[in-house]
């Protein structure tokens, strides 16, 4: 198994723009699939973003669609979410997590490993 770890969150003004990062240990991140998931106080994890093994297959949860960018670069074992228009609804936990089964299973319970989450605050 890889585990991740996330960073770059912070606060920013709505409409700003942050770029997390999940950087992952071990050498075989290129075998795993790279997912994004959000957590608000009080409410459930949801999905946000997934990227397939090779990059090739992408998935968004349809608030995000169109402002949000999920990407990896295997060559350096991290996966990124770039996050433009930021709005204060998308104020959060984003957590970073890895798997090696389907990326289309969009679930949080069919990931194996997770980041300890970095804070998301934008401001109205």
């Known amino acids: 198994q890889v585990q991740p770890v996330e960073s770059g969150g912070g606060l920013v003004q709505t409409g700003g723009s942050l770029r997390l990062s999940c950087a992952a240990s071990?050498?075989?991140?290129?075998?795993?699939?790279v997912g994004w998931f959000r957590q608000a106080p009080g409410k459930e994890r949801d999905f946000v973003a997934a990227?397939?093994?090779?990059?090739?297959?992408?998935y968004y949860a349809d608030s995000v669609k169109g402002r949000f960018t999920i990407s990896r670069d295997n060559a350096k074992n991290t996966g990124y979410l770039q996050m433009n228009s930021l709005k204060p609804e998308d104020t959060a936990v984003y957590y970073c997590?890895?798997?090696?089964?389907?990326?289309?299973?969009?679930?949080?319970?069919?990931?194996?490993?997770w980041g300890q989450g970095t804070q998301v605050t934008v401001s109205s």
């Open positions: 997590a890895t798997k090696r089964a389907l990326v289309g299973d969009l679930r949080p319970l069919s990931y194996d490993s």
């Open positions: 990227i397939s093994s090779s990059g090739a297959i992408i």
């Open positions: 071990g050498r075989t991140f290129s075998s795993y699939v």
